[in-house]
């Protein structure tokens, strides 16, 4: 692999049509032109008028420069300088980093495919109520960001969370737990990966009220009768033509021997414990990895951190070694 010193990428704000013709009479062309084309590779952040984007001219170029071996970061959609709305905004600083950063990621899972549930699951009890957790689901999501950085294809079936859906990942979005569960299924024998971060809820309501349930003076308390949700990470790893499983165990006490029991219980290669108390909403966190072999710790650090880490011990699993 080219080391990240080894290359110069060259960040154009604007489009560069006299790239496409080989011009090089001004500094920025003529850099863009006299670099070794294999080592040092050209991202361009494209930013013009919605029709001029979308204009014949600019796509042919924009294809031509494609084949080329040029990057397209963007264009996104909205707002423009002249008022109009639609494709050709640059894309925001912070997402033109976000891509710089994933271009240079290690592409350990290229060609894969990727499915994650991600956050808490809502079980209404009625229009107002409901049973959920302290999921944050920015584990999930740095999962996700990390997949999608690795060059797999990734898709996100994530429950009631307030994050940004990362660049370029799928995102489904439900409620409950059976929503989850018929969200993933039909999905799942199509992936390569399944990582199952979710806290799906273990019960729901039997009944929903269908309207709010009031409080009675004088009258006994309501008492909420609960049926077990499907498990979602057992059912996808009892598929005949099954993803790579990896399950997630949120403790709060003896975490190995509960990582371990649901190694077996589910029936997944690899369990990735955390203390939930310590890590739910939190930006880092302590990952252990349970197989059958063992254990090994990864040690605190912010979750995408460790979310490329996990992805990069799950590339080295499911990837034949050549050695
Ligand atoms: N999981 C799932 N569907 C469920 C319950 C759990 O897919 N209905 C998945 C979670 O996403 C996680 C793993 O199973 O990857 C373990 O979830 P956890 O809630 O820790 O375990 P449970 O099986 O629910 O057991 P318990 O609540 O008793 O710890």
Known sequence: MLEPTELLAELVAFFQPKLLHGGAD???????????IDKCPL????AMNR?????????????????????????????????EIGDGRMLEAVELLDELIAFFRPKSLLGKSVLI??????????????????????????????????????????????????????????????????AVLPEAAAH?????????????????????????????LPV???????????????LDKRPYCVGFAAESTDLLKHAREKLVRKGVPLIVGNLGPATFGADDNTLTLVD????????????????RQLVAEIATRITPSTT
């Open 117 to 182: 549930t991600a956050g808490p699951t809502f079980e209404p009890l009625d229009p107002v109520r409901g049973l959920t957790n302290r999921s944050s689901g920015k584990m999930g999501f740095a999962i996700a960001r990390a997949a999608a950085e690795a060059g797999a294809t990734v898709t996100v079936v994530a429950g009631p969370v307030h994050l940004p859906t990362p660049r370029g990942v799928r995102r489904i979005d439900v409620n409950t737990a059976q929503q989850m569960f018929d």
């Open 43 to 46: 991202l361009l952040a494209p």
């Open 292 to 307: 059958a072999a063992g254990h090994r710790e990864l040690p605190r650090a912010d979750k995408l951190t460790l979310a």
């Open 224 to 238: 909420i009768e609960l049926v077990e949700n499907r498990d979602i990470l057992a059912a996808v790893s009892q």
């Open 26 to 36: 001004d500094l920025l062309s003529l850099m863009c032109l006299a670099r070794p």
């Open 192 to 220: 390569d990966v399944f990582i199952a971060t979710a806290a799906v809820a273990d019960w729901r309501p039997v009944n929903i009220a269908s309207n709010k349930i009031k409080k009675q003076a004088g009258k006994a």
């Open 51 to 83: 029709e001029m984007w979308a204009h014949p001219a600019t796509q042919r170029n924009a294809a031509q420069l494609r084949a080329d071996g040029c990057t397209l970061l963007g264009p996104a959609n909205g707002d423009q300088a002249c008022g």
